[in-house]
Nanobody, 122 residues
Framework: QVQLVESGGGTVQAGGSLRLSCAAS????????MGWFRQAPGKEREFVAA????????AYADAVKGRFTISRDNAKSPVYLRMNSLKPEDTAVYYC???????????????WGQGTQVTVHS
């Protein structure tokens, strides 16, 4: 099993920034990519961003391109999601995800964290 723990959520004004972190533990040798999803009230969970285990490849949803950056310092560090120019529509519970490839992660398969709330006030 793989355990994912998110941190860094909170409340911010529109135009502000937040950085989320996700730390993986357990059978991490089975993971080749990690990412973030979000779920707003009354909506389905949607893909936000993903990164390969080495950090060399990334993928983003169109809604966050140019505003959000997914990164990690090295293969043993947490995965970060830097969120800039936040909008009220970014308000959601953000979930960390991990799986065997970026494709697996973007498909919503694999492991999930418990989620962290991000609230953006206008």
């Amino acid at each position: 099993q793989v355990q994912l723990v998110e941190s860094g959520g909170g409340t911010v004004q529109a135009g502000g920034s937040l950085r989320l972190s996700c730390a993986a533990s357990g059978r991490t040798f089975t993971i080749y990519a990690m990412g973030w999803f979000r779920q707003a009230p009354g909506k389905e969970r949607e893909f936000v961003a993903a990164i390969s285990w080495s950090g060399g490849s990334t993928a983003y949803a169109d809604a966050v391109k140019g505003r959000f950056t997914i990164s990690r310092d090295n293969a043993k560090s947490p995965v970060y999601l830097r969120m800039n120019s936040l909008k009220p529509e970014d308000t959601a519970v953000y979930y960390c995800a991990a799986g065997g490839s970026i494709g697996v992660v973007t498909a919503g398969q694999g492991y999930w964290g418990q989620g962290t709330q991000v609230t953006v006030h206008s």
